[in-house]
Structure formats: structure tokens, C-alpha cells
């Protein structure tokens, strides 16, 4: 593949990033890439840094070194304006959902296009019915959060991060808390979404199946040495990672593939 095409299927890129809270370090000298199309899974242990990562890489978090490159955009030596314009390719779903408890399906939806475009209501109505429809929640318009299943919750946190037809989806732990049944369907629906619509994803998952049922790419970070330590497809790393951590990670309970 030429250099210049390379560069262009890259999304999203952290080069050499450290991240800190404080005096307290979380990670350092974290590299790695994110191309269009794919979905890439970070991974790692409890205390590992995954969700400081996304915050970095969603505009939560400055890192204190290195660069967050998105489409070849020093995101954080951009002007306010110029990030402002970078995270609107952006959609996150966080770990509960996050969804207002006082608002309808349709309105949670529709809070995104009210704020940030300037679109009627009644169009706004039919893409955040349309959305709804995509993550198999035609119907349930008019539902409010404490009315669904907790798998339900999840997808309806998705759709609302699919309101403003965002570029990258970004995932935190979307199992969590699922059921296996429920969260299969979640890696189905994600699969669905991202072959139909082109969406990238980045997920940030410590579930097994999902790993390896959703995963173009998986990244893993290291809590003992601060960064990343390998980086490959789920099989390569479960078969010929250099890394004793990596390969236990990806074989818990023998059912890899």
C-alpha cells in the first residue's frame, strides 16, 4: 500500500501519547493507529488506562505528550473552533447508557439535532425515528429509560450517538452488565452498523467474545509498564504474541477461537 493512500485510511492516530491525572501517570508513549472501516478494540486489565485513552482520543482528556491525529489534524494543537468541527464526526456511547432519565427515546435522540444543527422538528423527528429504527427500537419512541431492558438502554444510548451521523463510533464497555444473549446481539448490531453504514468503531471492551466476535484490531495495554505493549488482530495476538499477559488475557477459560 503507497504511503499516501496509508494515510488517508487512517482516521485516527495517537503517536507516542502520554497521559497523566495529575502527578499520577496513567500511560506513556502509546502509538498506535485506527483505520477506516475497522473496528478497534483496546484492551488490557483492570487499571490499564483503556477509558483515559478514549477520553484522550475523544477531546475529554489532553495528553502531556504526543499527538491525537484525526484525518492528519493535531487535534489538540487545533483552535477551540477546529476542535469543535473534529468531534462533530464523533459519536460516544458510555458505559450506563447516559441517557436522561426525564426524556423520552425520541427526545434523547432528538437532543443532539436540537443543539447542533438547525433543522425543523419535523425532520428531526423522522432521523431520530430512523435512528431508533436501526438499532431495532422502531416502536419504542415514546419509551422512557426506566421502561427498558438494560440491553434496550444500550442500544437507545447508540442511536443517540448515531444522531448526527457521526464518522467514529466510540464504545465504553457496551457489554457491561448484558447478559451473554444480549450482549451477542449488541456485537451483531455492531458488525451490522459498521458493514451497512461504514461506520468506524473503537470499542473499549474487556468481554472475550466480544473481542474476537467484533475486532478488526485489538490494542493492549499494559497497567505494570504504563503503555502499549502489543497491537495486532485478536488471533495473532492469542497465538504469537511475544507477551505471556497478552496471550492469558485472550485465552481466559479456553474459549477463543
Not at 177 to 188: E, F, I, K
Request: hydrophobic share 40%; glycine share 10%.
Amino acid at each position: 500500500m503507497s504511503e499516501a493512500l496509508e494515510k488517508v485510511s487512517k482516521v485516527l492516530e495517537l503517536k507516542e501519547v502520554g497521559l497523566s491525572y495529575g502527578d499520577h501517570k496513567v500511560l506513556e508513549k502509546v502509538s498506535f493507529a485506527v483505520r477506516e472501516g475497522d473496528c478497534v478494540v483496546v484492551i488490557g486489565g483492570s487499571g490499564c488506562g483503556k477509558s483515559t485513552v478514549l477520553k484522550a482520543m475523544t477531546g475529554l482528556l489532553e495528553p502531556n505528550g504526543g499527538k491525537v491525529m484525526v484525518r492528519g489534524r493535531d487535534y489538540w494543537a487545533s483552535d477551540s473552533v477546529e476542535r469543535s468541527l473534529i468531534t462533530k464526526e464523533f459519536g460516544v456511547l458510555f458505559q450506563g447508557g447516559a441517557l436522561w432519565s426525564s426524556m423520552s427515546l425520541m427526545e434523547n435522540v432528538s437532543l443532539p439535532l436540537k443543539t447542533h444543527t438547525a433543522l425543523g422538528d419535523e425532520e428531526i423527528a423522522q432521523i431520530a425515528s430512523y435512528k431508533l429504527s436501526l438499532v431495532g427500537l422502531r416502536g419504542f419512541e415514546n419509551f422512557y429509560p426506566s421502561e427498558l431492558s438494560g440491553g434496550m438502554k444500550k442500544r437507545a444510548g447508540l442511536a443517540r450517538a448515531m444522531a448526527l451521523d457521526p464518522k467514529v463510533l466510540f464504545l465504553d464497555e457496551p457489554s457491561a452488565g448484558l447478559d451473554p444473549l444480549t450482549s451477542r446481539r449488541l456485537d451483531d448490531l455492531i458488525n451490522e452498523l459498521k458493514e451497512s453504514l461504514g461506520i468506524t468503531f473503537v470499542v473499549i471492551t474487556h468481554e472475550l467474545a466480544s473481542i474476537f466476535e467484533i475486532a478488526d484490531y485489538a490494542v493492549f495495554l499494559d497497567a505494570e509498564t504504563k503503555t502499549l505493549i502489543d497491537q495486532g488482530t485478536p488471533l495473532q495476538l492469542l497465538h504469537s504474541s511475544a507477551h505471556d499477559q497478552v496471550r492469558a488475557f485472550l485465552s481466559r477459560g479456553n474459549e477463543t477461537p
